[in-house]
């Protein structure tokens, strides 16, 4: 288990430098930069900007600052956010755990109910349950999931107009009451806001993962193994649940190893629309600022959580699939 | 005795059908793949005619007459001071402030009548059908100083309807084009690859994981970032092809790699290497067709995404750029002046049903496509 761990780190030192140098050189790219609005401001001398890029390392070649960023995040030093002139890390460690609130809720909840409906889908294939589950995950994949959340937005609106008092609270994270919560309070109050974002997370997933779980189901209900397991009797329950579902699990937990870097990156659209205090809005801050070393931090740190990631579901899979060995 | 002619009957007719019969005739039983299809086709033609269906031009809006945020202009069919049946026809709206509350909205003017006509003429909006035939004549319209604005208008009072079809032009094809070109990048990368292996092979698929390494948001928002902000728009537009396709063709670059690689090893390839053919014809004669089906059905299958993509990255800002008009951009109108405001102008959200349709029907396509290319899905 040891040689395959460190032969696998080893292969991926080259893709991390790699990916981390395209992210940066991009980034770098992208015309003008941080400086630009200072040097516009007349209050902003030629002497403190020169200061400034010193103190940066921007008057120095891309590849030098390069360098220099990754031997800081190899000894965990991200950089400093020009913008807060605060480090990169104190910036975006409070927005990780939020973004982490709703991507850890969605995606329990997703699996939670996507696998039940894809063997419904897939044991009672072509019924009309199945057809109308099909044709209503069809169209929620449709949907972009900012318009699917505004859509949202204009609903809770509506309700609470309708009713006259506040069911859902239609963005943001906190009611402007928090401070004055009791600790459980202000637990039930964020809970209360992750509904709306959650749901509309949730929806477009679920239609996509069922579909996907319902495929591989079906793939493995048509083969050979199953049709010896019911031949030689075993009840229709134990040759769903333990033939079937146990070979359909496999590709889904290959996919766990996706989940941790996902977790970081935030969940995207959805915390723009709704106003939630997650990674998304700052990255699109500081991609419009460019305030670079936020950017590439944040590009860097779910690299690594992607390496991370994929070898955890390695081992996921090694301990389901006993077919797995890994040497 | 049923069963034995009908097998006869199959056998008689399958030796007289061509592959892409046998494919048209698997896709047309797929009842919602048609209809998708059909649907695709009346967009594209929409889209096509957009300047002539829609009653005004892209970006027109009055200076004098002050149409922000007007909602959607009602059709009367039955005069509602008489009751009886009429043509057609509409009330101005006027723009007025509630003495009391400030808040502003729009009154229908009942004076005055203006008949909706056909094929009604506008010299104000002139435009070239296809680019180059001059016309003034629009599908419908009223006469001035009345409006008509079937889904209302956006925040300058440009009139929804007509920016929808203008946006068709651009939400429809960017998906395309952009599919084409990371069709053309995979299928090109990932032959290289496949058919000569070592180290070609290995600098194209470690570049192909270096990219999906990187998230897609992130890499997305990245690159469009890379286009200035103050370019010209019609710059911007084919800037955001570009990134689209340079982003979507890893995966199809590997499904062509593993293809190509164990096509080098079926008889008909040694066949036609041992006869001495070329390297260029035996990629282009004997692989690239077994391709085919694959590439036809990854197209259809990922043009839903990108045109989502483009919806997303114009909503943040980063895709298309005013004055032209995406369905995308027009929904982040709808984020203007705070979450309370869409209560007051709902049809904002009108041009994200025609995204929603649009996926929906290239998925619907893309399925039947690709049930009908299988043999094992054949009825």
């Given amino acids: 288990m040891l040689p395959y761990i460190l032969r696998r780190f080893v292969n991926l030192i080259p893709v991390f430098i790699g990916a981390t140098l395209l992210t940066f050189l991009i980034i770098q790219a992208a015309p003008g930069d941080f400086l630009d609005a200072k040097r516009l401001d007349p209050r902003t001398t030629p002497a403190t900007i020169a200061r400034i890029e010193r103190q940066f390392g921007l008057d120095k070649p891309v590849f030098v600052q390069y360098g220099l960023w990754l031997k800081n995040f190899v000894t965990g030093n991200l950089g400093i956010s020009f913008e807060s002139n605060v480090p990169v890390w104190d910036l975006i460690g409070p927005k990780v755990f939020n973004s982490m609130i709703l991507v850890f809720g969605s995606t329990f909840l997703l699996y939670f109910i996507a696998i039940p409906i894809g063997i419904y889908g897939a044991v009672r294939q072509y019924s009309l349950g199945d057809k109308t589950i099909s044709l209503v995950s069809y169209f929620f994949l449709g949907f972009p999931s900012f318009f699917f959340a505004l859509i949202l937005i204009f609903g809770i609106i509506q309700l609470n107009w309708a009713l006259n008092t506040k069911v859902f609270p239609v963005g943001g994270m906190t009611s402007e009451y928090y401070d004055t919560l009791s600790p459980i309070g202000k637990v039930l109050n964020v809970l209360w806001h992750t509904l709306a974002p959650m749901i509309a997370l949730l929806l477009r997933s679920i239609a996509s993962e069922s579909r996907g779980f319902r495929a591989q189901m079906l793939e493995f209900l048509n083969q050979d193994f199953v049709r010896t397991a019911r031949a030689k009797g075993l009840s229709e329950r134990v040759v769903i649940y333990k033939h079937a579902l146990r070979n359909a699990i496999t590709p889904f937990v290959a996919n766990i190893g996706g989940l941790l870097p996902a977790i970081f990156s935030g969940a995207g659209f959805v915390e723009v629309v709704f106003n939630w205090p997650g990674l998304t809005p700052v990255f699109l801050e500081a991609l419009f600022s460019q305030d670079i070393y936020v950017n590439v931090s944040i590009g860097a740190i779910t690299l690594v959580l992607l390496v991370i990631g994929n070898l955890m579901a390695d081992f996921l899979l090694g301990a389901v699939d006993p077919r797995i060995r890994y040497y | ?379």
């Fill in chain 2, 1 to 379: 005795m049923a069963l034995a002619s009908g097998i006869s009957r199959n056998f008689d007719t399958a030796k007289s059908k061509s592959q892409l019969q046998v494919v048209w005739e698997q896709f047309r039983k797929h009842q919602l793949a048609v209809f998708g299809g059909l649907v695709l086709a009346l967009l594209y033609v929409g889209a096509i005619f957009a300047p002539f269906i829609s009653p005004y031009s892209l970006s027109e809006y009055s200076t004098t007459d002050i149409t922000k945020f007007q909602q959607p202009t009602r059709v009367y069919v039955i005069d509602p001071e008489t009751g009886q049946f009429n043509l057609p026809f509409v009330y101005k709206s006027t723009r007025f402030t509630n003495p009391d509350t400030f808040e502003e909205g729009y009154k229908e003017d009942r004076s005055t009548k203006y008949p909706v006509k056909l094929f009604h003429n506008r010299p104000e909006s002139p435009f070239q059908l296809f680019g180059f035939i001059p016309m003034t004549v629009h599908l419908f319209g009223v006469d001035a100083p009345g409006n008509i604005f079937i889904l209302g208008t956006d925040g300058f009072g440009r009139d929804t309807f007509t920016r929808i079809w203008y946006g068709a032009q651009i939400s429809l094809t960017i998906g395309i084009f952009s599919v084409a070109l990371s069709t053309i990048l995979g299928l090109f990368l990932g032959g290289l690859a496949g058919f000569f292996g070592g180290w070609i092979d290995n600098i194209i698929m470690r570049f192909v994981e270096i990219l999906s390494a990187i998230p897609d948001l992130f890499l997305l928002l990245s690159l469009s970032a890379l286009i200035p902000r103050n370019i010209d728009p019609v710059v911007s537009f084919y800037g955001i092809i570009f990134v689209l396709g340079i982003i979507g063709w890893g995966g199809l670059a590997r499904v062509i790699r593993s293809q190509i690689s164990a096509l080098r090893e079926v008889d008909f390839v040694q066949a036609a290497t041992a006869l001495g053919a070329s390297e260029m014809r035996i990629i282009g004669k004997h692989m690239l067709p077994v391709t085919f089906s694959l590439l036809i059905v990854n197209l259809s299958l990922s043009i839903p995404g990108a045109i989502l993509t483009e919806s997303g990255l114009s909503f943040l800002g980063y895709g298309i750029r005013e004055p032209y008009s995406s369905w995308g951009l027009m929904i982040s109108v709808a984020q203007e002046g705070g979450f309370a405001s869409i209560q007051y102008r709902p049809w904002v959200l009108i041009p994200g049903f025609f995204i929603v349709l649009a996926v929906l029907c290239w998925n619907f396509l893309g399925d039947g496509l690709r049930d009908a290319v299988d043999p094992r899905k054949r009825q």
